[in-house]
C-alpha cells in the first residue's frame, strides 16, 4: 500500500506486509503527473527464511503394523526418507502438512527404532524416529514325546520360537542341543538301555519369561519273552539266561543254516553251521553280562534277536 496522491516535492510511503513465501517478490509503483510521463519505481521485498518443523520427535508404537502420523511445519517443499526397511515414509510435500510413517510387524522380542530424516533446502534437516515395542515371547516345541529303540542314537524335536532359548535334559544317558535362538532343532542323543526295562528323559525347553517346556525321550527297554524268544521257525531259551541258551529248529529242508552270536560292538562269539534240525545248547557264560545278537542264517531269510545274559 503506497501514498495515493501528493503536491510538489514529498515523499511517496510504501507499506509492505511480511512476506511469509520463501521467494522474492517485486511490486510495481507508478507515478503520474498531468502533462507528463508516468514514473515507475519498485519495491523487492527478500524472500522468508526457510523454515522446517516437524512433530513429535518420537512415536511409539506397538508390536504390530500399523501407521502414525508426524506434523510438519514449512514454508518450502520438503522431503522424508527412512533408515529402516520395516518402516516407510511419506517421501515428500509441500508447506504444512502430515508425515505418514507406515511399519510392518515386529516379531523379534527386541524392540527396533527407524530414523527419518525431513529435508527441505536452506533449512537444517529434521529427526525424528519410530520406535517400535518387540513382541511377546513365544515357544512351541514338537512333538510332546520321541519313543526310541533300546540302541543307542539320537532323535530330534522342532522349535519355534522368538527369542532365545535353552534346552536341560534331567538325565544322564540322554544328552541335548543346550540352547538355540529363534526357530530351530533340539537334538536329543540317547545311550543304549541295556536293560529290559522302559526308561524317559525329560527335556526342559525355557524361555525367559515365559513357564518352561517339557519334551519326552521315551526308550524302550530290550525286547525279549519272559523265558523264549521265537524267531520265526527258531525258539531260543531261556532268555534272559545266566549265560546258557537252548536253540531249536525243525528244518523239513533238511538245508543248511548258520548261527552266529556277536556281542554290542560287533565282535563275533559263536558261530556255527548246521544241517537239518537244530537243537544246540549255546554256552557264553565266559562273555560276561550283557546283550547280544544272534543273527540266522537259513536259506534266503536272515533273523534277528537278542540274548541277555544277567
Not at 518450502?76 to 511419506?90: L, P
Not at 519326552?216 to 531261556?238: A, C, D, H, M, S
Not at 556281542?263 to 554256552?283: A, L, Q, W
Request: contains cysteine; negative net charge; hydrophobic residues 35%.
Amino acid at each position: 500500500m503506497v501514498t495515493s496522491s501528493g503536491n510538489g516535492n514529498g515523499f511517496i510511503l510504501a507499506d509492505y506486509s511480511e512476506n511469509t513465501e520463501i521467494d522474492l517478490r517485486t511490486a510495481t509503483i507508478t507515478l503520474s503527473a498531468a502533462g507528463l510521463p508516468d514514473q515507475i519505481v519498485t519495491v523487492s521485498q527478500a524472500g522468508s527464511i526457510v523454515t522446517l518443523a516437524a512433530t513429535p520427535s518420537n512415536q511409539n508404537v506397538p508390536a504390530s503394523s500399523g501407521s502414525v502420523n508426524f506434523t510438519i511445519s514449512s514454508n518450502s517443499d520438503w522431503s522424508a526418507q527412512s533408515n529402516a526397511g520395516w518402516c516407510s515414509v511419506t517421501l515428500s510435500g509441500s508447506g504444512n502438512g502430515v508425515l505418514t510413517a507406515d511399519y510392518t510387524t515386529n516379531t523379534s522380542v527386541i524392540g527396533r527404532t527407524a530414523s527419518i530424516t525431513v529435508s527441505a533446502t536452506g533449512a537444517q534437516d529434521q529427526i525424528i524416529t519410530v520406535s517400535q515395542f518387540g513382541a511377546a515371547s513365544q515357544l512351541a516345541v514338537s512333538p510332546p514325546s520321541q519313543q526310541v529303540s533300546y540302541l543307542a542314537g539320537n532323535t530330534s524335536f522342532s522349535v519355534s520360537s522368538n527369542t532365545n532359548w535353552t534346552v536341560q535334559s534331567d538325565e544322564n544317558w540322554c544328552t541335548a542341543t543346550p540352547s538355540g535362538s529363534g526357530n530351530g532343532e533340539i537334538i536329543a542323543v540317547y545311550q543304549q538301555n541295556h536293560t529290559i526295562y522302559d526308561r524317559t528323559a525329560n527335556l526342559k525347553v525355557m524361555v525367559e519369561g515365559l513357564s518352561p517346556q517339557f519334551v519326552t525321550v521315551e526308550q524302550l527297554g530290550v525286547e525279549t519273552g519272559v523265558n523264549t524268544t521265537e524267531i520265526g521257525k527258531f525258539r531260543i531259551y531261556p532268555n534272559p539266561s545266566s549265560g546258557a541258551f537252548k536253540l531249536v529248529y525243525q528244518n523239513p529242508q533238511n538245508g543248511t543254516t548258520k548261527v552266529e552270536v556277536r556281542d554290542m560292538p560287533g565282535r563275533t562269539v559263536y558261530s556255527k553251521e548246521f544241517r537239518g534240525n537244530i537243537s544246540e545248547k549255546i554256552h557264553l557264560q565266559k562273555e560276561g553280562k550283557g546283550i547280544f545278537i544272534v543273527t540266522i542264517y537259513s536259506g534266503n531269510e536272515i533273523h534277528n534277536t537278542k540274548l541277555i545274559i544277567q
